[in-house]
């Protein structure tokens, strides 16, 4: 178990998607597409309006009108107006930076970190063979200023933006430890974010912590499977807790890993059209299995458990999943900035949805808040992991 529920966690240099997502790499240029049988723009009453709220802003605004911003906020507010929050238009720098973060790697220092709710940013790890590691920095330094600007009141991605940049250059930091200032110069270079972590267990049962789904995430999660079967694993836990979920062709490519032949999932649009994601059994694991999830468990890792659950495989232990059955893509616009749109829900191999549902585990089981110590659970107080343990006897 991570980090407790109060803390914002992130990584420096990318926040990892929070859901199943897909990308249409074709850009929407201008009339491509057919218009749509009620364009809520070349509705008179709704143009004029508009016309109206300019004309009022041009007349009697204090303030100098930045009119890019301000087109910005009409294209958001169209997809506002869905009322769903899974939709929604990125600027140019809001679509870079989620394209950087669904990758998995990034260019900058290293570090994974948490923000508290007093606005305290802290390094709670270090990669291994990062610039910040070399450096000297260690777990538990506090953010303190950033090239010289302090980073007091200032939020998580303000901070990434800071410390993010061209391999190569450098980045001066000064951080807080034992209550005193200490200065860096570090130098950033190109960083793969590990998703995966893993370890062996007592009686040979394998342990692998999965953080997120992302691009790098498949080669980093076989490169674990195979060093815990060649250390001679006999059973083992999936740790999906607190993950939030990633992309639907990574999740599927670690299911093949590990699944018979057969249904992985499967995808529905607004026309019925049904896409099948299946399994080809050439690696399916035999081992006795168990599956952590918990209330944070959402959207890909909720796929990731229920077909494990589907197929009888294993149990999963811990609490009722987010909830989150529906499926978007990302569509790429000819200026930079993208819309992404919810089109499809998704189903278990039984054919089961999850949206607003979740997965429900064969073991209920809550972590006790006494067991937090400084938003983390030693495994020795992790009642979840210790049932995911006997489950496999």
């Known amino acids: 178990m991570k980090n407790k529920n109060t803390f914002i966690k992130g990584f420096i240099g990318g926040i990892i998607l929070t859901l199943i997502v897909t990308l249409v790499l074709i850009p929407i240029l201008r009339g491509q597409l057919g218009e749509g049988n009620s364009s809520i723009l070349s509705n008179p009453e709704v143009s004029g ?3 109206v709220i300019e004309t009022l802003i041009d007349q009697y605004y204090l303030y100098d009108v930045d009119t890019a911003k301000e087109a910005e906020g009409i294209y958001a507010g169209l997809t506002a ?4 929050p899974y939709t929604v238009y990125f600027t140019a720098q809001e679509y870079a930076d989620l ?6 790697s990034y260019s900058g220092i290293g570090v994974s970190v948490n923000q508290s709710e007093d606005g305290t940013i802290t390094i709670i790890k270090l990669f291994e ?7 000297g920095m260690k777990p538990g330094d ?3 200023a950033i090239d010289g600007k302090k980073v007091e009141g200032s939020d998580l991605s303000t901070v990434v933006a800071g410390i993010k940049g061209e391999p190569g250059t450098t980045v001066d930091i000064t951080v807080i430890r034992d209550g005193s200032p200490i200065d860096f110069t570090v130098t950033r270079k190109d960083i793969e974010i590990p ?7 007592e009686n040979s049962v394998g342990y692998i912590y999965i953080a997120g789904f992302d691009t790098v995430t498949l080669p980093q999660f076989e490169a674990a499977l195979n060093d815990l079967k060649a250390q001679g694993m006999k059973a083992l836990i999936f740790d999906v807790r607190d993950n939030p979920g990633g992309s639907l062709d990574t999740v599927v490519g670690m299911l093949d890993l590990i699944l018979p032949k057969g249904l992985i999932v499967y995808t529905e649009d607004k026309n019925g059209k049904r896409s099948e994601e299946k399994s080809d059994a050439e690696r399916q694991l035999t081992l006795p299995i168990s599956v952590l999830v918990n209330e944070h468990s959402a959207s890909a890792s909720e796929i990731f458990a229920a077909a494990i659950q589907d197929y009888g495989l294993g149990k999963v232990v811990g609490q009722t999943t987010y909830g989150k059955g529906v499926v978007q893509s990302i569509f790429p616009l000819e200026d930079g900035s993208a819309l992404k749109l919810t089109v499809a829900n998704y189903y278990t191999p039984k054919g ?5 549902i979740g997965v429900k585990p064969d073991y209920e089981v809550a972590i006790p808040e006494a067991a937090y110590e400084d938003g983390t659970v030693d495994k020795s107080e992790d009642t979840q992991l210790q049932k995911a343990i006997e489950v496999l006897k």
């Open 352 to 356: 089961n949805t999850i949206q607003g």
């Open 195 to 201: 998703t995966i972590e893993y370890s062996m267990l």
């Open 49 to 51: 309006k508009l016309n």
């Open 81 to 84: 107006g869905l009322d769903d």
């Open 129 to 135: 063979g990062s610039p910040g590691l070399e450096a």
């Open 99 to 104: 394209m950087e973060s669904v990758s998995g």
């Open 142 to 144: 506090i953010f303190y």
